[in-house]
């Protein structure tokens, strides 16, 4: 008898156990799906004012943006996911309005080279646009009418390193064994600058580089041409938006630089 009311305690304590902590873990559920939903209203309002903001900016309306100096931005490069890079249309679209911009020379990049499979096709819609190796230095530099387009991607900077590598390689080696001198070299960022401009893969380095994708990151673009680049990351290409564009050049043309290249 006694062991028999001794259980059946023991089942009462057990149920009254499993009941806490059951009720502890729709508790902490519960508190879990009320932040997920503030998180959640948080972002939806965030993504409304953006659109609002980019709606007055792109309309006019606010007029801080209207004008600034757009001879800041001397060349652009815009780098792309390449899954996103198969949008021809929006990189298209996103050109036009940076040409509307008065931004003239600009370098697009993906890793996998999508876009300079489609550089005909991007030529094509444009006015007055050009391949940049294909420009002269006056269009380059000092033509308002003429947009210059830079095709790019993670394969050329890696050929670019081979090239000045090797290029480095023939002309201090070399020269080493012919001093006798058989002690190592160091190579400094002076003299591989020297090298990628000796077989052309130098490149200008952009003023502003734009990112679009779900990334924050440059995605393999040269890290020898971003040395001063600032560098802004714009969300998925589908979503982009013409006044974000113009807002993110305003900053970058209202920021103070007290350094020169």
Known sequence: ???AMEFRNEMRRSCSDSYIVQIGKMGIRLVWHILHLLVSMFYVALGMTHVAES???????????????KGKVRYLAIVVESEEAYQTSNIIKLLL?????GVKHICLYDAEGIMKKSKEAILEKLNNATLFEKASEHDKLLSENCMTLEFASFSDGKEAVAKAANFLLRKYMTSTALNGNQEENTFT???????????GCNGPEPDLLLVYGPVRCHLGFPAWRIRYTEIVHMGPLKLMRYG????????FTMVRQNFGK
């Open 1 to 3: 008898m006694l062991l």
């Open 97 to 101: 309005w940076l040409e509307s911009i």
């Open 189 to 199: 960022e002076a003299q591989m600058a020297d090298a990628l401009k000796a077989i």
């Open 244 to 251: 974000s564009l113009i807002k993110t050049i305003y900053k």
């Open 55 to 69: 709606y007055l900016i792109s309309s006019g309306l606010w007029k801080k943006y209207r004008a600034f100096n």
